[in-house]
């Protein structure tokens, strides 16, 4: 009787270790491939955003041949718009037949405005934006275990996430937080990600607390959840 008491309790323990324990997610991890190329996972679900795109497309940033090799099964891939610099039809091909997974962009937009998992509290709004010599463009709010990060790619203005309450992270050109100043108005997000820049291209950051330059590839950040 004791024995099958021990052994109950041991199998309860585990199970709640399994369930609050070993899978509670602390944190999303955002990896910079390049130009707007991220990878963000918490552990889970495996979100590619603009990428795979053509490496060294107008003389942005090129990447190793082992970055598409290492991209993870069933991932999501989601796309601001089709630029070679955001977005490769032949290496998104091939990434579908060796990784299958799902992407979306302007083809499938509404299909992507209903793209949630409730387990992780994932959404995404997606907001229609201008860029020269694109038929369409798209800026994205995701909301990942409570936290919000904006994805500008290449829009042109400001307006847009000027008009965004809080966000965590806002990844955007610099042309974007220039616009913001020369219109005398703030970013309201706790920390901004300057990308899109070419290989050789400096920018002078005089607040590191708040902005973070990503022209080093691979460069990984953390978005702590409390």
């Known amino acids: 009787m004791k024995f099958n008491y021990l052994k109950a309790l041991?199998?309860?323990?585990?199970?709640?270790i399994s369930k609050f324990g070993l899978a509670q997610v602390n944190?999303?991890?955002?990896k910079f491939i390049g130009n707007c190329g991220l990878y963000m996972t918490d552990g889970d679900l495996n979100i590619y955003v603009d990428f795979p795109y053509k490496s060294g497309a107008f003389n942005y940033m090129e990447y190793?041949?082992?970055?598409?090799?290492?991209i993870k099964e069933n991932s999501i891939f989601i796309f601001t718009h089709k630029h070679p610099?955001?977005?490769?039809?032949k290496n998104m091909r091939k990434t579908l037949r060796k990784k299958n997974g799902k992407k979306y962009g302007k083809w499938n937009i509404s299909k992507l405005e209903n793209?949630?998992?409730?387990t992780t509290g994932f959404s995404i709004q997606v907001f229609e934006t201008k860029h020269r010599f694109s038929?369409?463009?798209?800026?994205y709010l995701i909301t990942w275990h409570g936290k919000k990060i904006f994805?500008?790619?290449d829009t042109e203005s400001a307006d847009t996430i000027l008009k965004i309450g809080t966000i965590d992270w806002a990844f955007v050109p610099s042309w974007i937080v220039h616009d913001a100043n020369e219109k005398g108005m703030k970013i309201d997000a706790k920390m901004i990600g300057i990308y899109h820049l070419y290989p050789n291209e400096k920018v002078v950051n005089n607040s590191p607390d708040k902005i973070k330059v990503f022209d080093k590839q691979g460069e990984t950040i953390s978005i702590y959840i409390e």
């Not at 190793?64 to 290492?70: N, Q, T």
């Not at 610099?85 to 039809?89: A, L, N, R, T």
């Not at 038929?135 to 800026?139: A, D, E, I, Q, T």
């Open 115 to 118: 793209l949630t998992d409730s």
């Open 10 to 16: 041991f199998i309860l323990i585990v199970v709640f």
């Open 135 to 139: 038929f369409r463009h798209y800026s």
């Open 27 to 30: 944190e999303i991890k955002v």
């Open 85 to 89: 610099d955001h977005y490769s039809g």
């Open 64 to 70: 190793d041949e082992s970055e598409l090799d290492s």
């Open 151 to 153: 994805l500008s790619g």
